[in-house]
C-alpha cells in the first residue's frame, strides 16, 4: 500500500461510524471499502477537573487546579493564565466563586430579573437550593428560576 493509500486510510478511518480498509494492499490506490456502524470510541472526553467560575457576574468554563489555603488554582479556559499578559481573566478562585465538578453543572438563578451564576447545594422536593456564585447567599428557589448556561443535562 502506497503512502497516499495509507494517509487517506487512518484519516478517514477517524471519521466516527466509518471503517475504511483498502481493497488492494499493494499498488496505487483503486478502491476504498467504507463500511458504516462500526463503532469507535469517543474522540474526546470531558476533563474531571472542569468546573465553573464566577467572575464580575459572569460565569466561565474552567479547570479547577491544585487548593492552596483560601482559595484554588484554576485555568480559565480560552483565556491567559499568565498575569498582566493579553485575555487574563484569574488564575485563582476562593470555593465561593467556583463550581467544582463534584457540584454538578453550573447553574443560572433568576432574581428579580436578573440571572446570577450558582451551584446546587441540594434538592428539597420541589425546591433547590442554591449557592450564588461570588456571594455568600443561599436560597431556596424553584425549577421555573433556574436555567442551565453549559450544554448537558439537570442531575
Known amino acids: 500500500m502506497n503512502r497516499f493509500c495509507c494517509l487517506v486510510t487512518f484519516w478517514i478511518g477517524l471519521l466516527p461510524g466509518l ?4 481493497a488492494e494492499p499493494a499498488g496505487d490506490l483503486h478502491y476504498l471499502g467504507i463500511a458504516l456502524g462500526a463503532s469507535w470510541p469517543p474522540l474526546t472526553r470531558v476533563s474531571p477537573q472542569l468546573g465553573a467560575l464566577a467572575f464580575n457576574g459572569e460565569i466561565w468554563s474552567a479547570l479547577i487546579g491544585t487548593h492552596d489555603g483560601d482559595s484554588d488554582q484554576i485555568h480559565v479556559l480560552g483565556r491567559n493564565s499568565v498575569p498582566y499578559k493579553p485575555y487574563f481573566l484569574t488564575n485563582s478562585a476562593g470555593r465561593d ?6 457540584d454538578g453543572p453550573p447553574l ?6 436578573v440571572w446570577y451564576p450558582a451551584r446546587l447545594v441540594e434538592r428539597a422536593g420541589a ?16 425549577a421555573g428560576r433556574i436555567k442551565y448556561p453549559f450544554a448537558g443535562k439537570a442531575r
Open 108 to 113: 443560572l438563578v433568576e432574581q428579580n430579573e
Open 127 to 142: 425546591d433547590f437550593k442554591v449557592h450564588y456564585l461570588g456571594y455568600r447567599n443561599e436560597e431556596a428557589v424553584t
Open 97 to 102: 466563586a467556583l463550581c467544582l465538578p463534584i
Open 19 to 22: 471503517c475504511v480498509r483498502a
